[in-house]
C-alpha cells in the first residue's frame, strides 16, 4: 500500500545541508507541552485506553477462533453444533474490536478537540500578552499559517501516536508472542526481525525525505505572508498597475513547488519499493515455515490459517506505520514553531509586584523620558511634562518629531529606556497592563477597524455597555445620521480593516468608541486629521465636551483645533523646545508661531 503525502501549498528550494534529520529536544519537548492539554481529562483518557485493549484483546484473539473453527471442521464425524459456536463467537469477537474502537473514538473525541482548543487559546493570548515591537517584525500571515498548521498538527499528533502508533506496537507485541509460544520461535524471530528491519528502513529514509521540512515551512509561511500582504495591499497594487510584478514573484515560489513535488514523488518511491520488499520478504519466510509445518503434520491447517491471517493483521498496520512516522516528524516540526510561540517571552510584562492603578485625579507626568526604538536612533531625548488632572495639553512638531510616541509609551506598548511616566505618582511600570490601558482612552491617526458590523466596532470601546450607551455614543460623534442612511444601518459590515468606510467615517467609529468607554484620560493622536472642514468642526466641539474635565493629551497636526489647550508642547528633534499657551507661543515668534503661519497660507491657498 503506498503512503502519499500531503504536500504543502508553498515549498522552498532544499538545502539538505542545513536541516538535521534528527527529531531535537525542541521537538520532544513541544510534543510533551501536549500532555498538560489532555490529561485535564483523565477519566476519559484511562476509559479511552481500556476500550483500546479490549479491541486489541478481541483483534488478536480473532486468528486463534478462526484456527479453532477451521480445526474442528477438518475432523471427521465433527458436530455441528461446535462450528456454530465458535463462529457465534468469532462474529462477536469482530464486532467487539469495531465497536471497542468505534466507543473509544467517541469517548476521545472531546479530549482531542478541547486539548485543541486549550493550545489555540493559549497561543491567542500569548501573541495578545506580546509587545507592539514584537508584531511589528512580525509578517501576519506567517503567523497566521504557523497557528493553523501547529494546531492542525497537534491534534493529528494526538491522535497518531494515541490510537495509531501504541495500538500498532501493541498488536505487535501481543502477536509475536502467541506465535512465540504457541509455535516455533522462528516465527516471533522473523516478525519481529521483519518489524525492526520495516521500522529502521522507514525512519532511514524518511529522515533522508523530510531534512528539508523546517525550510519547507519557513518558505510556505513566506509564500502565504506574500499572498496576504499583496491582498491586503490590493489598491496599492491597482495604483502602480503591479499585478504581472506581484504575480512573477509568486511565480518563483511556484517553480520550487514544480520541482519539490517531483524530487519528492521520486523518493516516495523508492520508500514504498523498499516497504513492500521488506513486508514480502517477512511473509514469504513465515508462509514457508508454516506450510513446511503442515508437510511435516506438527501444525495442522488451521495453524496455516492463522498464521496468515496473523501475517494480514501485522503487516497491514505496519503500510500505514510508515505514513504515520512521515506524519509524526511533519508534526512535530510544525508543533516546534507553534509552541516556539509561546516559549516566546513577552518583551513587555508586568512586574511580579504589579498591583492595579489606583486613579485620584488622573495627573500625567513625563519625567526625563529617553525612548528609540533602535539604539542607534535615538526618538526622544529628556522630554518631561506635566497634564494636571482635568487639563489639557497639546504636542506639535514636524512628522517623526516622536508625537505619536507619546501616546505609545503611556499605553506601555513599549517601556521607556530612561526617565520615567507617572499616573498620580505611580510608574506605570508598577502597575498591571491591564488597568493602566482600562484606564486610558484614544482616538488614534490611522483607525483599524474590525471586519465586523459597525455596531460591534462601536462597542468594542465597552463591550458590556448597553444598546442605548453605544447609540448615544454614536450620536455623540455624530455618527448617527450616516449610519441611518445605510441600508443595514448598524448592521453594516466594515470590511478588512475597515475598508469600506471613509478614512473622516472610521475616525468618527474611533471617537465613538472611546466615548462608549469613558476613560478618565483621553489621548487624540490626529484625531481630526481624516475629516471634512465641516464635520471636524462639529467634531471639534464634541471633543472639547468630552475632553472637560478629563486629562487630555492631544497630538495636534492642525493648529487650529489647539489652541484651547492649557499648555503646548512644540517637538523637535525628539526634545521640547517651546512650550506655553497659543498666544504666549505666539508673542515668542518661535517654532510654534511659524508653523502657525504656514498652516495659515496652506489653508488661504
Same mark, same amino acid.
Given at each position: 500500500?503506498?503512503?502519499?503525502?500531503?504536500?504543502?501549498?508553498?515549498?522552498?528550494?532544499?538545502?539538505?545541508?542545513?536541516?538535521?534529520?534528527?527529531?531535537?529536544?525542541?521537538?520532544?519537548?513541544?510534543?510533551?507541552?501536549?500532555?498538560?492539554?489532555?490529561?485535564?481529562?483523565?477519566?476519559?483518557?484511562?476509559?479511552?485506553?481500556?476500550?483500546?485493549?479490549?479491541?486489541?484483546?478481541?483483534?488478536?484473539?480473532?486468528?486463534?477462533?478462526?484456527?479453532?473453527?477451521?480445526?474442528?471442521?477438518?475432523?471427521?464425524?465433527?458436530?455441528?453444533?461446535?462450528?456454530?459456536?465458535?463462529?457465534?463467537?468469532?462474529?462477536?469477537?469482530?464486532?467487539?474490536?469495531?465497536?471497542?474502537?468505534?466507543?473509544?473514538?467517541?469517548?476521545?473525541?472531546?479530549?482531542?478537540?478541547?486539548?485543541?482548543?486549550?493550545?489555540?487559546?493559549?497561543?491567542?493570548?500569548?501573541?495578545?500578552?506580546?509587545?507592539?515591537?514584537?508584531?511589528?517584525?512580525?509578517?501576519?500571515?506567517?503567523?497566521?499559517?504557523?497557528?493553523?498548521? &501547529?494546531?492542525?498538527?497537534?491534534? =493529528?499528533? +494526538?491522535?497518531? *501516536?494515541?490510537?495509531?502508533? $501504541?495500538?500498532? !506496537?501493541?498488536?505487535? @507485541?501481543?502477536?509475536?508472542?502467541?506465535?512465540?509460544?504457541?509455535?516455533?520461535?522462528?516465527?516471533?524471530?522473523?516478525?519481529?526481525?521483519?518489524?525492526?528491519?520495516?521500522?529502521?528502513?522507514?525512519?532511514?529514509?524518511?529522515?533522508?525525505?523530510?531534512?528539508?521540512?523546517?525550510?519547507?515551512?519557513?518558505?510556505?509561511?513566506?509564500?502565504?505572508?506574500?499572498?496576504?500582504?499583496?491582498?491586503?495591499?490590493?489598491?496599492?497594487?491597482?495604483?502602480?498597475?503591479?499585478?504581472?510584478?506581484?504575480?512573477?514573484?509568486?511565480?518563483?515560489?511556484?517553480?520550487?513547488?514544480?520541482?519539490?513535488?517531483?524530487?519528492?514523488?521520486?523518493?516516495?518511491?523508492?520508500?514504498?519499493?523498499?516497504?513492500?520488499?521488506?513486508?514480502?520478504?517477512?511473509?514469504?519466510?513465515?508462509?514457508?515455515?508454516?506450510?513446511? &509445518?503442515?508437510?511435516?503434520?506438527? =501444525?495442522? +491447517?488451521?495453524? *496455516?490459517?492463522?498464521?496468515? $491471517?496473523?501475517? !494480514?493483521?501485522?503487516? @497491514?498496520?505496519?503500510?500505514?506505520?510508515?505514513?504515520?512516522?512521515?506524519?509524526?516528524?511533519?508534526?512535530?516540526?510544525?508543533?516546534?514553531?507553534?509552541?516556539?510561540?509561546?516559549?516566546?517571552?513577552?518583551?513587555?510584562?508586568?512586574?511580579?509586584?504589579?498591583?492595579?492603578?489606583?486613579?485620584?485625579?488622573?495627573?500625567?507626568?513625563?519625567?526625563?523620558?529617553?525612548?528609540?526604538?533602535?539604539?542607534?536612533?535615538?526618538?526622544?531625548?529628556?522630554?518631561?511634562?506635566?497634564?494636571?488632572?482635568?487639563?489639557?495639553?497639546?504636542?506639535?512638531?514636524?512628522?517623526?518629531?516622536?508625537?505619536?510616541?507619546?501616546?505609545?509609551?503611556?499605553?506601555?506598548?513599549?517601556?521607556?529606556?530612561?526617565?520615567?511616566?507617572?499616573?498620580?505618582?505611580?510608574?506605570?511600570?508598577?502597575?498591571?497592563?491591564?488597568?493602566?490601558?482600562?484606564?486610558?482612552?484614544?482616538?488614534?491617526?490611522?483607525?483599524?477597524?474590525?471586519?465586523?458590523?459597525?455596531?460591534?466596532?462601536?462597542?468594542?470601546?465597552?463591550?458590556?455597555?448597553?444598546?442605548?450607551?453605544?447609540?448615544?455614543?454614536?450620536?455623540?460623534?455624530?455618527?448617527?445620521?450616516?449610519?441611518?442612511?445605510?441600508?443595514?444601518?448598524?448592521?453594516?459590515?466594515?470590511?478588512?480593516?475597515?475598508?469600506?468606510?471613509?478614512?473622516?467615517?472610521?475616525?468618527?467609529?474611533?471617537?465613538?468608541?472611546?466615548?462608549?468607554?469613558?476613560?478618565?484620560?483621553?489621548?487624540?493622536?490626529?484625531?481630526?486629521?481624516?475629516?471634512?472642514?465641516?464635520?471636524?468642526?462639529?467634531?471639534?466641539?464634541?471633543?472639547?465636551?468630552?475632553?472637560?474635565?478629563?486629562?487630555?493629551?492631544?497630538?495636534?497636526?492642525?493648529?487650529?483645533?489647539?489652541?484651547?489647550?492649557?499648555?503646548?508642547?512644540?517637538?523637535?528633534?525628539?526634545?521640547?523646545?517651546?512650550?506655553?499657551?497659543?498666544?504666549?507661543?505666539?508673542?515668542?515668534?518661535?517654532?510654534?508661531?511659524?508653523?502657525?503661519?504656514?498652516?495659515?497660507?496652506?489653508?488661504?491657498?
Amino acid at each position: 500500500m503506498t503512503n502519499r503525502p500531503q504536500t504543502p501549498i508553498i515549498q522552498p528550494m532544499h538545502r539538505p545541508d542545513s536541516m538535521s534529520t534528527r527529531v531535537t529536544a525542541e521537538q520532544w519537548r513541544a510534543a510533551w507541552s501536549l500532555f498538560p492539554y489532555i490529561w485535564r481529562y483523565k477519566s476519559r483518557v484511562i476509559a479511552a485506553f481500556g476500550l483500546l485493549l479490549g479491541a486489541k484483546l478481541a483483534s488478536v484473539t480473532v486468528p486463534l477462533v478462526l484456527k479453532e473453527i477451521v480445526d474442528s471442521l477438518s475432523q471427521p464425524g465433527v458436530v455441528l453444533a461446535l462450528p456454530l459456536l465458535l463462529v457465534s463467537l468469532y462474529g462477536l469477537l469482530r464486532f467487539g474490536n469495531t465497536a471497542f474502537n468505534e466507543l473509544r473514538d467517541a469517548l476521545f473525541a472531546r479530549v482531542m478537540e478541547r486539548a485543541k482548543r486549550g493550545v489555540l487559546q493559549d497561543v491567542f493570548l500569548h501573541l495578545h500578552a506580546q509587545s507592539l515591537r514584537y508584531h511589528l517584525e512580525r509578517r501576519t500571515g506567517g503567523l497566521s499559517v504557523d497557528i493553523e498548521r &501547529g494546531a492542525r498538527s497537534a491534534g =493529528m499528533l +494526538i491522535n497518531i *501516536l494515541l490510537f495509531n502508533i $501504541a495500538p500498532t !506496537l501493541l498488536e505487535i @507485541l501481543m502477536v509475536s508472542g502467541v506465535l512465540f509460544v504457541k509455535y516455533s520461535p522462528w516465527f516471533g524471530l522473523i516478525t519481529l526481525t521483519t518489524l525492526a528491519s520495516y521500522i529502521a528502513f522507514t525512519m532511514l529514509v524518511t529522515n533522508w525525505r523530510l531534512q528539508h521540512r523546517r525550510a519547507a515551512n519557513q518558505a510556505s509561511a513566506a509564500a502565504s505572508a506574500r499572498i496576504v500582504d499583496s491582498l491586503l495591499n490590493y489598491e496599492t497594487v491597482k495604483y502602480f498597475n503591479n499585478e504581472d510584478y506581484e504575480a512573477d514573484r509568486l511565480k518563483v515560489n511556484l517553480k520550487q513547488v514544480e520541482d519539490a513535488s517531483v524530487q519528492s514523488e521520486i523518493s516516495l518511491a523508492w520508500l514504498n519499493s523498499g516497504q513492500s520488499a521488506i513486508i514480502a520478504l517477512g511473509v514469504t519466510a513465515m508462509m514457508i515455515l508454516a506450510t513446511h &509445518g503442515v508437510v511435516a503434520k506438527t =501444525m495442522t +491447517i488451521g495453524d *496455516l490459517v492463522l498464521v496468515n $491471517a496473523y501475517l !494480514l493483521q501485522l503487516f @497491514l498496520p505496519l503500510n500505514f506505520l510508515g505514513g504515520m512516522y512521515r506524519e509524526i516528524r511533519n508534526a512535530l516540526t510544525d508543533m516546534e514553531r507553534l509552541f516556539g510561540l509561546l516559549s516566546q517571552a513577552p518583551e513587555i510584562a508586568d512586574a511580579p509586584d504589579a498591583v492595579p492603578l489606583a486613579i485620584a485625579s488622573a495627573e500625567v507626568r513625563f519625567e526625563a523620558v529617553d525612548f528609540a526604538y533602535d539604539p542607534r536612533r535615538p526618538i526622544l531625548c529628556d522630554v518631561s511634562f506635566v497634564v494636571p488632572a482635568g487639563r489639557k495639553v497639546a504636542v506639535v512638531g514636524a512628522s517623526g518629531t516622536g508625537k505619536s510616541t507619546l501616546a505609545r509609551l503611556l499605553f506601555r506598548f513599549f517601556d521607556v529606556t530612561g526617565g520615567r511616566i507617572l499616573i498620580d505618582g505611580q510608574d506605570i511600570r508598577e502597575v498591571t497592563q491591564a488597568s493602566l490601558r482600562a484606564t486610558i482612552g484614544i482616538v488614534p491617526q490611522d483607525t483599524i477597524l474590525l471586519n465586523d458590523s459597525l455596531y460591534h466596532n462601536i462597542a468594542y470601546g465597552r463591550p458590556e455597555a448597553s444598546r442605548a450607551a453605544v447609540l448615544e455614543a454614536t450620536r455623540a460623534a455624530h455618527l448617527d445620521r450616516f449610519i441611518e442612511s445605510l441600508p443595514d444601518g448598524y448592521d453594516t459590515v466594515v470590511g478588512e480593516r475597515g475598508l469600506k468606510l471613509s478614512g473622516g467615517e472610521k475616525q468618527r467609529v474611533a471617537i465613538a468608541r472611546t466615548i462608549l468607554k469613558n476613560p478618565p484620560i483621553m489621548v487624540f493622536d490626529e484625531a481630526t486629521s481624516s475629516l471634512d472642514s465641516g464635520t471636524e468642526v462639529a467634531i471639534q466641539e464634541e471633543l472639547v465636551q468630552i475632553a472637560r474635565h478629563r486629562t487630555t493629551l492631544v497630538i495636534a497636526h492642525r493648529l487650529s483645533t489647539i489652541v484651547d489647550a492649557d499648555e503646548i508642547l512644540v517637538l523637535d528633534g525628539g526634545r521640547i523646545v517651546e512650550r506655553g499657551g497659543h498666544a504666549q507661543l505666539m508673542r515668542q515668534n518661535g517654532r510654534y508661531a511659524e508653523m502657525w503661519r504656514l498652516q495659515l497660507r496652506k489653508d488661504e491657498a
